[in-house]
């Protein structure tokens, strides 16, 4: 026999009756023949005929089923049906009976069906399928029939002899219904074991059988099997598993995933009998029934003995309500309760069985927290033993359960890096690592210098969850710069692809390369941030690059890999995947106004670049106003574009080159940059031609004026007012100014301000003079001619003057005269003929002071003014009405005379309009 462990996880207890509705009915009383169980109750035959049934509290009531005695009992599960044989005379042929436990007659149970079994040999065995179609009866010589039919129905029942009588007695029968089309009997004999699929009979075994109650069909309908040497599991096909339990076994009970076995202690005595009722008494048959036997509850699944006691005999066990019964020979009836889980796990703990504990709690369907815990408690005993590799196998079945960090910190403290290693690795294949365990077990790898492991946990197809971030990082601080690389690249993590190769690896051409197989958005994104390195290294190929990426860009497919170890990218199912995007995507382009100030080392190449994008067609502001700016720098041009130093003369060329091309750049009427910006650009490098051609642009004369001023460039000064003087004449006024407070002789330039200004009358001599007076160095020839024509002109003004004086006197006179006639004197009427009709004129006519003669029906309506006179009059109104309504607009009259180049002639108009009366 197999030694396994043995545990009193059963309480052995006498059962105490109650009490029941007939004194006889008690188990000390009575001859029990048979017993079965089920639907909650105890159902015990006795050899009088009565059944009866003991509930929880073992409280019987029973019938008289049979006028002899009860030999077999079998209670369906599924249907509240007990099947019994029994003799109503000794003599008599046994009868079968089916009674409706639901329905009464009498307080008897209602026997719905009762068939004459036609045969005189001793029954041996039972076996019904639950639907009641088929009733099985095995009998001593070795013959099985078969009973079929609708018991509620069939009048007559159909008898058929499955197995022919034979030597060897049957023993044992059952049938499995689960996972098989159609329902296979077993049969056990004393010799062989047969299954009957539809009444087909097929012997799977003929080495031996099994001895009376040696068979049970265990609760998963799986045949048992117990002989002398083992028990023995079985199916369809034939013997299955067996567990080697040696001595003569005398019953079988499958309960739960516990196999009770009752064993023949001693073998004096002999003791093959079958067992079962031979004369009418109802005495026992058997010579094992007073010897002492032993109850073994095996756990077969988990193999340890959960019970095992000594009885004087053992005549029935049975089972129910989750305890098993055992009737002994001397008429007593003993429970054997099973403790509950959680007290056998802390007998298990005690004895520091773990495992068994564990396998316990599965097979009761502990929940995982609970089993967890359990690994835990074994983990924690295996460590406390120094038995490390064991512990960390148990920890390992709590992750997802027991906080990580418990298990890290003991094999921290123990030093233990191979067992802590094999832990982090199995939380990362759960996914149940965070960033600090990546960090941690890639640190393992490291310290441990296992490139393989390292290889293996970097390079897995599997989804294995980690921070790629953190393993990126770990690798380049532990100088594992392939690998860095390659996870870098198998999560498409181009920012951190590319600081490997230019920061520790500083390959530039390889970053550059790797760039350019991006998609747009990413290499925009990387070329922010690692342009200005890759310009001071690889200007040319750099700035090549940012041409095509912002006016036609379609990624490259080639890339290198820096070591021949690792795979090449390409053959990355991920980057594969990345790669196949490109071949669709589209021509697109960008904006490079973001991008300039990585050329700030490289100030040549941002010109070429400028100067292509602005070819290409980009019209941006900032582009056109940092190509200025570079063409004015004076510290450009020390360097050539291969970083050769020039010589004075060719520094000298390239700035006269660069200005040249700066002026173009102004004067281009296409290119978009932003002339205030210009202009502060070409002031702050004091670029004189730029600075003039803006002023010029933008308007700014006085500027220009100002300009030439601040420089003393007399000429440029005189040429200005000569071609802006028409557009701003105060400009000659500004000038003269400036001469006549200049400290150099500028008696020429004076002479030909003045004459410019007296050409327009600009202003009056008066304040010539007074500006002139400021300048000790004017003498008065310079102004002698200028005087002298402005005199002249102003006697010949002052002559017309007189004379429009005297006119316009005259003329008023007159008027006036004309008026005081009117008002005074009679007007004589001469006019014979009508103005309109040119007819002799009769009355009614009517006569206007103008000397106008109408006939009244001629003027119809309008008798109170001349048709003739009436538009010129009605003008003049209309004019002096507009006079009187600007007298009072001052702010017109300041804008006009803000405006105006003659301001006294301004003034004299609107005074003539009563402005100032």
Known sequence: MIQWKKFPFFEKELVKEDGAQNPNTTIQKMKISCTTSGRGCLIVGDSEGFISF???????????????????????????????????????????????LDKKDNDTPLCVRAIKIERTVVITSLAVLEDLSQICIGFANGEVISIRGDIFR???????????????????????????????LFVVTTSKVYTYIRDQEMIIE??????????VMGDDQTPIIGR????????????????????????????????????????????????????????????FAKQQVTLNIYDTKNRYVGFTDKFEGISFISCEWGSIFIFTTDNKLFQLEEKDTQTKLETLFKKNLYSVAIDLAKSNHYDNNSISDIYRKYGDHLYGKGDFDNAIAQYLCTIGKLEPSYVIRKFLDAQRIHNLTSYLQALHEKNLANEDHTTLLLNCYTKLKDVKKLDQFIKTESEMNFNVITAIKVCRQAGYHEHALYLSLKHRQHDLYLKILLEDLGDDQKALDYIQTLKLEEAQ???????????????????????????????????????????????????RSAF?????????????????????????????????????????????????????????????????????????????????????????QKNGFDEDH?????????????????????????????????????????KACKKYGDKDPNLWVQVLSYFATNKENCQNEIAEVLSNIDKDNLIPPLLVIQILSQNKNTTLQVIKDYISRRLSQETQQIDKDYASIRQYAEETDKMRNEINELRTNAKIFQQTKCVVCQSPLDLPSIHFLCQHSFHQRCLGDNERECPICAPDNKRILEIKKAQSESAGQHNQ?????????????????YFGRGILS
């Not at 007695?169 to 996972?179: D, E, L, R, Y």
């Not at 003929?206 to 009376?212: H, I, L, N, T, Y």
């Not at 570079?630 to 700035?655: A, I, V």
Request: aromatic share 12%; with cysteine.
């Open 525 to 575: 994104k990387n070329l922010k941030t690692y342009g200005k390195m890759l310009v001071s290294n690889l200007p040319e190929p750099t700035t090549n690059l940012l041409m095509r990426i912002f006016t036609d860009y379609q990624p490259s497919h080639s890339i290198s890999f820096p070591s021949s170890s690792l795979p090449s990218p390409t053959a990355l199912p991920e980057v």
């Open 678 to 718: 210009a202009l502060i650009l070409a002031q702050v490098h004091n670029w004189k031609q730029g600075i003039l051609y803006l002023y010029e642009k933008l308007k700014l004369y006085n500027e220009i004026i100002e300009y030439h001023m601040e420089n003393s460039d007399f000429e440029g000064l005189i």
């Open 893 to 909: 009259f300041f804008k006009v005379l803000e405006s105006s180049q003659d301001g006294f002639s301004t003034v004299s108009e």
């Open 206 to 215: 003929d080495e031996g059988g099994a001895e009376m109650g040696c068979f």
């Open 228 to 287: 002398s040497d083992a028990i023995y599991y079985y199916n369809t096909d034939g013997r299955g598993p067996c567990f080697a339990f040696s001595g003569p076994k005398q019953r079988l009970l499958s309960f739960r995933s516990y196999l009770v076995v009752v064993s023949q202690e001693s073998s004096g005595g002999g003791g093959s009998g079958i067992g079962y009722p031979t004369s009418p008494s109802g005495s026992q048959g058997g010579s």
């Open 54 to 100: 003991f509930d929880r509290e073992m409280t019987a009531t029973s019938f008289h089923a049979y006028r002899q005695f009860v030999t077999h009992l079998h209670q369906l599960r599924e249907r509240n049906f007990l099947i019994s044989i029994g003799h109503d005379d000794a003599a008599s042929n046994p009868l079968l009976r089916i009674w409706n």
């Open 154 to 184: 069939d009048k007559v029942m159909k008898t058929k002899v499955m197995k022919p009588p034979g030597e060897d007695p049957v023993t044992g029968m059952g049938f499995m219904t689960k996972q098989t089309p159609h329902p296979v």
């Open 580 to 668: 196949s995007d490109f071949n669709f995507q589209d021509k697109q382009k960008a904006t490079p106004d973001e991008f300039i100030d990585i050329f700030v080392n490289q100030p040549e190449w941002l010109i070429k670049f400028l100067e292509y994008m602005i070819q290409t067609g980009n019209d941006s502001a900032q582009i056109y106003n940092t190509l200025l700016e570079l063409y004015l720098r004076d510290d450009m041009g020390h360097h050539g574009m291969n970083g050769n130093h020039l010589s004075k003369t060719q520094k000298e060329e390239n700035k006269a080159q660069r200005l040249e091309k700066a002026y173009e750049f102004l004067t281009n």
